[in-house]
């Protein structure tokens, strides 16, 4: 099993900046995906970015140009880079690991932090 923890959410005024952390309790390596989701209040959770094994990336268009996903291997963190932060950013962000357990994919899901942009 695999534990995911998140930080770095905050208060921040639109137009800001914050890193979101995502530390897993194994190397990196072993991670086929990972994902930033986020969940705004009485919303669905969405996907925000994602980073392949092989460091390919993808980003849903609401965020595309301001959030930028990176792997820190030696430290079995993923950041979520978020500039030019909108009031509509506001929620909470989940990071989830997706790794093969034999032949099958298991996902870990963090419990999440806050972010709240102020207009």
């Known amino acids: 099993q695999v534990q995911v923890a998140e930080s770095g959410g905050g208060l921040v005024q639109a137009g800001g900046s914050l890193r979101l952390s995502c530390t897993v309790s194994r190397s990196t390596f072993t991670i086929h995906r990972f994902g930033w989701y986020?969940?705004?209040?009485?919303?669905?959770?969405?996907?925000?970015?994602?980073?392949?094994?092989?460091?390919?990336?993808?980003?849903?268009?609401?965020?595309?140009?301001r959030f930028t996903i990176s792997r820190d291997n030696p430290n079995n963190t993923v950041y979520l880079q978020m500039n030019s932060l909108e009031p509509e950013d506001t929620a909470v962000y989940y990071c989830n690991a997706g790794y093969f357990s034999g032949p099958k994919v298991n996902v870990e899901w963090g419990r999440g932090t806050q972010v709240t942009v102020l207009s």
């Open 38 to 65: 986020r969940q705004a209040s009485g919303s669905q959770r969405e996907l925000v970015a994602g980073i392949s094994s092989g460091g390919v990336t993808d980003y849903a268009a609401s965020v595309k140009g």
